[in-house]
């Protein structure tokens, strides 16, 4: 679980896959399986707090370019 560690967690379920496809030990097997799992999951946990890290980093952007625009006279708010 080194790679774990370092949260690489697409290296770790490349590496237990691996293993699971070259060993043929019951009760590595058993650990392997349950540590590919273990991996998959973080990896999932982590693509999903990547997915919204980068929708909280566009709403910031979005909101300073609206403060932008109120601060240059609301250019693009046309009142009629």
Known sequence: MLI??????QQSVDA???A?????NKKETSNTKYNLA???????QQQQQNKQ????QNQD???QNNQ???QN????????
């Open 16 to 18: 237990y896959k691996n």
């Open 38 to 44: 273990y991996a998959q999951q973080l990896l999932k």
């Open 68 to 70: 932008n625009q109120d």
């Open 61 to 63: 952007k979005q909101q």
């Open 73 to 80: 006279g609301g250019k693009g708010d046309q009142q009629n």
């Open 20 to 24: 699971l496809k070259i060993n043929d």
């Open 53 to 56: 890290n980068q929708q909280n």
């Open 4 to 9: 774990c560690k370092k949260k690489e967690f």
